[in-house]
């Protein structure tokens, strides 16, 4: 039977158990996200981190969940007061919304009913993904503006031109995916990479998805929500206590959701690793749950290991990267795999494929050597000073008649 097929003779309370499991998965993840982030960026700057709550800190992260709530809930005066409680409800619940068609496992046996960790199977499931983190921008948005203040509202700004930026590229992104699956049912996207996962068929789209899902997480080196000069921390500045800590629950289960999604698409989903794929059934298939989520801590740990290296980028550089890079990248990109795809189906020989593909890449390799070439002499001719530095004029001092004049007097005037 088809994942369709097994979702679709699910009874109702069978939906109810597997919503409720990947809820509790979410929120544990987040507070293992947590203690993991801290412990890893402390072990990377030679600290010991959270290791006094519960064992190895464990619990350190349910300890600042329960500080948050019982801390005084504040809402601005000049607040708009409904806006500015629902802001951060629809923030948290479009990240769980995400995980409705993630496949968490293969056929499993689940109270003594066969089925698939996923709670439905759309033709359009991806798309269902990318439409539900475009209502999470409102959240952003709404936060920013309903706070009625001027720092969170240009953070708030800020956050969501960076997330419709590099939503634009991650959805260019999944088009070769769609391509070459033939689908956009995420289960249909598992199941045709059995031979070969996707990151390494279409690794420039695998690469360019990995960049846009740190833009837009909003994490670091793309964290330009917070800004030091203005001493804030962005679109939730003024917020406190329990919604405070709903923007936080946001952003980690974002970061898990984009994950999952990535290992949906390009790292083969629930599927083991290249021979071992005998370990599947183990555990009567739940342990397709285990690599699914070792695959998940992977892309997490990517966004922890960025945070502890990379520095923050300017705005300016960040968005010229994303519009003038990504984007223009993705679109070639697409039109090189559609090529192939149609080459591959009407029965091409191997050699017309291999040589459109050389000449693809011969191309773009002779276009960057030219650009570097081009920016290698425009500052070789700034360092031999051939470019003239540009000249202002300078309006005279009144009662001078020339700049002469008033450095001769200047020159008396000190002996």
């Known amino acids: 039977m088809t994942t369709a097929q097994l979702i679709g003779t699910d009874p109702g309370w069978i939906s109810l158990v597997k919503g409720l499991l990947i809820f509790v998965v979410c929120v544990l993840a987040t ?6 982030e801290r412990r890893i960026v402390a072990r990377m700057q030679q600290r010991l981190g959270p290791n006094r709550v519960g064992p190895f800190g464990l619990v350190q992260a349910l300890a600042d969940g329960i ?14 007061r409904i806006v500015f409680v629902l802001a951060p409800i629809i923030s948290a619940t479009t990240c769980f919304m995400s995980f409705a068609v993630i496949p968490l496992s293969g056929e499993v046996t689940l109270f003594g009913h066969k089925t698939v960790m996923q709670l439905t199977d759309i033709p359009v499931g991806v798309l269902y993904v ?20 001027t720092y969170p509202l240009l953070g708030g700004l800020r956050s969501s031109a960076q997330v419709i930026s590099y939503e634009v590229a991650m959805g260019l992104s999944l088009v070769a995916v769609f391509i070459y699956a033939g689908s956009m049912s995420t289960a249909d996207i598992v199941a045709a990479q059995n031979q070969w996962w996707f990151c390494v068929t279409l690794f420039p789209s695998f690469v360019i998805y990995a960049i846009s899902m740190v833009g837009e997480t909003n994490r670091a080196p793309f964290d330009l929500a917070e800004a030091e000069g203005e001493l804030v921390g962005g679109f ?6 329990l919604k405070f800590a709903l923007f936080f629950l946001a952003e980690y289960v974002n970061i898990v959701a984009v994950s999952a999604l990535a290992t949906t698409l390009f790292l083969g989903g629930y599927h083991a690793l290249p021979g071992l794929g005998f370990t599947e059934s183990w555990l009567g298939g739940w342990f397709t749950v285990i690599w699914f989520l070792v695959k998940v801590i992977f892309f997490f740990f990517i966004f922890v290991w960025l945070r502890g290296t990379l520095p923050r980028l300017r705005y300016d550089q960040f968005m010229k990267f994303g519009w003038k890079v990504l984007i223009p990248f ?3 990109w697409i039109m090189v795999v559609a090529t192939l795809r149609v080459l591959s189906q009407q029965g091409a020989p191997r050699a017309v494929v291999i040589g459109f593909t050389t000449g693809v890449v011969l191309l773009v390799l002779a276009g960057s050597s030219l650009v570097e070439s081009a920016k290698k002499r425009r500052i070789r ?6 470019v003239p530095a540009p000249s202002f004029p300078v ?11 008033v450095i001769r007097e200047t020159e008396q005037l000190n002996g």
């Open 130 to 149: 990318l439409a539900i983190a475009s209502v999470g921008v409102y959240g952003i948005v709404l936060a920013g503006w309903s706070s009625g203040s």
């Open 381 to 386: 001719e700034d360092a031999l000073g051939e």
């Open 330 to 332: 993705s679109l070639v």
């Open 67 to 80: 500080k948050l709530a019982l801390k005084e809930d504040l809402i601005p005066k000049a607040a708009d």
């Open 236 to 241: 939730h500045t003024e917020y406190s206590s």
């Open 31 to 36: 507070l293992m996200s947590v203690w993991g």
């Open 395 to 405: 309006p005279a001092i009144p009662g001078k008649s020339t700049i002469k004049e």
